[in-house]
């Protein structure tokens, strides 16, 4: 019913792998420095970007994506034929003159398809981001709206 | 040398979580450092500025907040819940503890650490004899 068309979990593993790798390097560091250190390699999970919930509400689907570090004008939104596709750049940008000590923020563009699973009216889209957070309300067509049907008994 | 930094070694997202997994999550953090102070970033989405809790003392920097999520409806997928951020660091000593600022944008915690100003670095002149 819910399809994920983006293929940008490939990526996200090679994103992985080197953090994998820097927390190598980083453990070599602090092994003589002893500050900024973690404990154990941390277990960060490769999924698709933004990470997202959707919820059935009735009259309109809820989509909730997780884009930390995104501002809501770097992210653009298309729907077609029932599939939204939300596109975009986070950007992480090293302050000058300073010296990374520990980087595990990646800095990408993302590409993420979502098969809807009810026709949505383009007309009732409404886009908001908010503390990380990108909240897509998508109004269903009338069609695709519950109706309540009145059970009469037959007397 | 400092020990134990880092106490909560979950994964960054909760993709999988069960309901029953509610340990905070170790958000993804970058640490910066010039002469004069110790940059943090951190990512904490969903998490409204009055949540944030950033605390330095004995040597650990400590960084809490809290998600709140109540969506309405049926849930068709769920690739992330809203469970608490959590991170431990041994700092470096000789951080300035009044002058520690946090900013919040768009999911992003900013930390300035600034370093006490007898621990930054100077620069010595040598004389020729």
């Known amino acids: 019913m819910f399809t994920r068309l983006s293929d940008s979990e490939r990526t996200f593993d090679l994103l992985d792998e080197l953090r994998r790798q820097m927390d190598r390097v980083w453990s070599d560091f602090d092994d003589s420095h002893g500050v900024w250190r973690v404990a154990s390699p941390r277990n960060l999970s490769s999924a698709a970007w933004p990470a997202v ?20 004008k770097d992210v653009e939104l298309t729907l077609h034929d029932g ?8 950007k992480v940008e090293a302050p000058a003159g300073y010296a990374a000590r520990r980087q595990e923020r990646p800095a990408f ?18 886009a908001t981001a908010k503390d990380g957070v990108l909240t897509i309300t998508l109004g269903k067509v009338a069609a695709a ?10 007397a | 040398m400092q020990k134990t930094i880092d106490r ?39 998490v409204a500025k009055e949540n944030v809790d950033v605390r330095v003392h004995d040597g650990e920097l400590l960084i809490e907040a809290k998600r709140v999520f109540a969506p309405a409806g049926t849930a ?11 991170r431990t660091f041994a700092v470096p000593e000789g951080i300035d503890v009044e002058k ?14 600034p370093k006490a100003a007898q621990k930054r670095a100077r620069k010595i002149a040598i004389n020729a004899s």
Not at chain 2, 13 to 40: G, K, N, Q, W
Not at chain 2, 76 to 86: F, G, I, N, V
């Open chain 2, 100 to 113: 520690v600022e946090a900013k919040l944008d768009d999911g992003v915690l900013r930390l300035s650490l």
């Open chain 2, 8 to 46: 909560a070694p979950n994964e960054g997202r909760a993709a999988t979580a069960t309901a029953a997994s509610s340990a905070p999550i170790s958000p993804r953090v970058d640490v910066y450092e010039s002469d004069a102070e110790f940059l943090l970033t951190v990512d904490l989405p969903g």
């Open chain 1, 109 to 126: 563009r993302f590409t993420r398809s979502i098969a809807l699973p009810v026709k949505v009216d383009p007309e009732k889209t409404i």
């Open chain 1, 53 to 72: 919930n959707v919820f059935d509400d009735g009259d309109k689907l809820v989509l909730h994506a997780d884009i930390p570090g995104v501002a809501a």
């Open chain 2, 76 to 86: 068709l997928a769920e690739e992330w819940r809203a469970r608490d951020y959590r």
């Open chain 1, 145 to 154: 709206r519950p109706r309540q049907i009145a059970v009469r008994t037959s």
């Open chain 1, 83 to 90: 599939v939204l596709t939300l596109k975009g750049e986070r």
